[in-house]
Each structure stands twice: as C-alpha cells, then as structure tokens.
C-alpha cells in the first residue's frame, strides 16, 4: 500500500480552512481517500474551481468547447478532419527534459547514477513551494485514469490533478479515463497520486519528479505531453519499473504487435526502441505485397507491462489506450495505418497549419500549400521547419484498423520474442539472435543509438541507451538488469531475444535496408526462429539468418550481396564498440551484475 503524500505543516496551516471556502464541485467517487487527497491539494494550489472528470462524451463536448474558447485548442478542418484540434505549446517548452525529472528516492543508491536524484523530503518541500497559491484563478481538474484493460491483474489506477485541459482532453485519449478507473479503485488506497500544474511554463522552474516509495508524481513549470501526461512516462514506465522489481514483473519502452501468417498463426512479439526511432511504424506496419494473407496487428507502440503467466509464458499488456506519435515522417509509405488513424478525433501539437485548416509536417508527402504558418504560428519559409520535429498527434487507439482484439484482453498475450533495435547508421548489423536470455540482457543492456528530438539536447550523437530504458528507469540500472537476469528464473517459456537495425548507411550515407514494410521479412525470420522453423549461423555476436532462410523475394535491387553488406560485422567497429560501453559500464560499475562483466569478457574473447 502507498503512502499518501505529506502536505508539509507550513503550508497545512497557511491554507487551514480555505478549503470549505472554495468550490468544491461535483464529486463522483465515494473513495474517501481520493476526496481527502484531493482536498490537501487543493488547500495548496488553491484552485478557483475543482473538476471532477467523469470521462464521459458529454464532459469531452463540453472541455473542448471550453479548450476551444480560451484558444487553448483551434477546431481543424471538419470535413477533412472531423473531431481533430490543433494546439501549439510555448516554445520552450516542446519535449521531455532529462535534466529535469528526478528520482526521489530515500536513498541516493536506490535512484542509482543514470538518474538526477533528490532526497524526497527536500523535492516535496521546494515542488510545494513552487505549488502553493499556483492555481488561483486556474480549474484543477481530477483525472482518474486506468493503466491497462480493465479486471486485468496487470491494471493500475492513477489520479491526475493538473490546471491543463490540454492534458485533461489528451488523457482522455491516452488512457481509460473517468468512471472505470474508480470502479476499478473501489474503496482502495493503492493508486498513484499525480500532481501537474504548469505554473508560468518557466523552463528554470520546471521539474518532473518521482517519488516511487510514496507512488507519487509532481511535475511542474510544463506541458509537454512526456512532462505532463503523468501515466505515460511518469507512472507507465518510471514508477512502473519501480513496482515491477516489487512485484516481479516488467515495465518496459516496448511496442507489443502479432504476427498472423497465412496459417492463421499468431506469433506476439515486443520491441524496445529509443524514442523516435520507428516503434508507431514498427507496430503498424503494413506487410508488404509480396507477404500475402500475412497480417500484423498492433497491441501497443510504446510500452509493454509483461509479467510471467501461471503457464509459465511471458503475458504483455498496453497500458496505454492511445498513441503519442511523432509527426514528421509520418506518410502513406511509413506507415499507411497510422495516416488513417489519425484522420479523426486525433490532437495535433506543434505541426504546421494550412490555410483551410489542415495539418502539414516535413515528411508528410504533397509541399505545403502556400499561406501555410508554421508550428509557432508564423508565416512558413521554405528551408526552414514547418512543424517542430518532435511534434505529436494524440489518437486514439480504437481508430486502428489493425488493433489486436488481444489488445483488450486481461490476460494480455503471450510474447514469443523480444526484440532490441537502435538508431545507428554504422557497427550494428540488421538482425542477430541471441545465444541466450543472460546474452540478450546484456545485449539489451550494451545497447547504443542516436539521440534524436524527443528530448531536449542534441541530437544524432550515439548514446548507450540500455533496453531503450535510459531516460525511464525509475530506479538502479544496476539493480534493473539484475532484476532482467532473475526473471530467467521465474519464466519457463523465455522469449527469444533478438538485435535489429534498420538505419545502417553505407560511405555515401545512403540507408542499406529498405525498412518500413520490408522490415517483416525480418519478422519473418524472427518468428520462424520462435517456432524452431529455421537454423541459424553462429557469428562473434550472435545467431544470424542463413542467406537461403532470409526472404528476399520481390525486393527490385536489393541482392545477396546487399543483404550481406547489411548485415556485416566488422570486428574492428565491434572492438571500438565495446570500448564505447565503458563509459556506462563505469558510471554504474559498482551495482553491476557480474554476468554482464561475464558477457563481455566472452564477446572481446569471440571478436
Ligand atoms: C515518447 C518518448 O513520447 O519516448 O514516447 O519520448
Ligand atoms: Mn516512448
């Protein structure tokens, strides 16, 4: 059971009373500690009002008349767009920021040297300094949402209060929002208490802090979408990952789909890849001509809760309901699925504006017609960006044609396969397996890729990136690939472990893999090494397709020899490679297991 926050003294007896003074609006849960949360926080932030979402139609209509009116949204195309809003963030204020999200754990080990650390009596007294007073004259809103189908043993319940109905409405995609959350909280105290006021968007004044002991979450000075939508990041994977280790199971940055062959067998595999770098298209994607009567189904594009069934498989969940999808380079080739989702009901953030009120961004296909303004509202210039390039779309996940039924299934699926991809134009060959899981943990933990714009920093530098976690992991690294390497012990059926990279270039900087669709003869391969279909060839890294076992069909221009510069291994680029994991391996040596060191030794043995 979670502790409830502590409202510190000081400010208890600064607001004693103001409460019964204010507004207390309509509640609509019995939850007696909800209401009493609720009350303390509010006797701090002193809203004007309090909302209590119900997650109802009725209650959307009328919050998007209200977004509307204030001019927080602007209605799009309504013939082309129906149900879809445009919305523009400040312009500081326009991805997630690393060096702003703290871990408050009670001890600076537990939060481990890969995450920014305060001691949590500290962060509750400076965040509800920053709190006291910051909504006067604001509505706070209570957002209950549930992570994951409802009645799953999986599901988490999270109470949201944020002054944004930008975050209100994008919830209400993003998750089970509303009255199911109550009915799956009942009477019980065990839900995650989140707290998010934008103050004046002061980036010197903004942080996004966890309190994993307490089940808590404060994010201030924002509202960025990974900032602020708090059961994304925030409880879905950071506090997520915290109870997994608690409770023996896995919150992952993992995309879950299904692969149907012709048979009508299905195969569920999941993949983590850094921000960015193609989970949405990977989870949609469309098989292409060549691969009739194949179809994959999307259970989820971002995070993966996988626990071990009484089976003895490896069961996923989504705990998400929605996407939170980069825009540009979104188009009918990358993923022809996501274009139709998110013709309606979908939020824009941070995209371009045509004149008839559609929606543009760099990728999308047709140029821009004149008169087009750009994501900060001025007049576009050709040469310059139209759209942010980590601008968003929010869609509901119900528009996807190709949503797995699984999807919604309590149990969650079976995984048959774990997939690591990075970003990385050179070193990393298309696809390998794993010897083992303790192989591929340590794979997954060596995992390098180029940043890219969904934080805030430079981008394209290569960074060690474990299990796409680094930015999640809510607490130790250290402690997280040791809780990987136990879950061996708890799971009969492991999953096999595989590496991919669809972004290799050649000298000229030319991609060598065609990717988007063409990435499911790699499926292909995957799952024919799942089902023990095909051998494989032993290499320094790992297991690797046999040309004759690696379909190539009806790919115009792609050879044998293609396939093998794309999947070559160049023992000098490994050897640097390796030296490149020091600098993470250093960082957090003293918490890492000794099967990684192990692992290592026996990859510079092989090379
Ligand atoms: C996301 C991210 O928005 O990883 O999913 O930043
Ligand atoms: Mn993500």
Redesign the pocket.
Known sequence: MSRPCAIPLLFRSLFNGTLQRMKLGNRNTQNAEVIAWVGKVAELCQPREIFWCDGSTVEKEALTAEAVRSGVLLELNPERLPGCYYHRSHPNDVA?VEQCTYVCTESEEEAGPTNNWAPPAEMYRKLYGLCAGAMRDRVMYVVPYLLGPPKSPMAKVGIELTDSIYVVLSMRIMTRMGKVAYDELGEGTDFNRGLHTMLDLDPERRHIAHFPQDNTIISVGSNY??NVLLG??CLALRIGSWLGRKEGWLAE?MLILGVEAPSGEKTFVAAAFP??CGKTNFAMMQPPRHFRGWKIWTVGD?IAWMKPGADGCLYAINPEFGY?GVAPGTNVHSNPNATEIIKRDTIYTNVALTPDRDVWWEGKGEDPPAGTVDWQGRPWKSGEHAAQPNSRFTAPMTNNPMLAPEAMDPKGVPISAIIFGGRRSTTLPLVYEAFNWVHGVYMGATMGSETTA??AGAVGHVRCDPMAMLPFTGYNMGFYFRHWLNMRKRITHLPRIFSVNWFRKDDQGNFLWPGYGENMRVLEWIVDRCHGRVGARETPLGWVPNARDFDLDDLPGFTREHFERVQQINIEEWRREILSQDELFMKIYAFIPKEMIFQRELLVARL
Do not use: L
């Open positions: 997630r979408g990974g994304k990041k940055h921000s960015a971002d939170f969904a934080a």
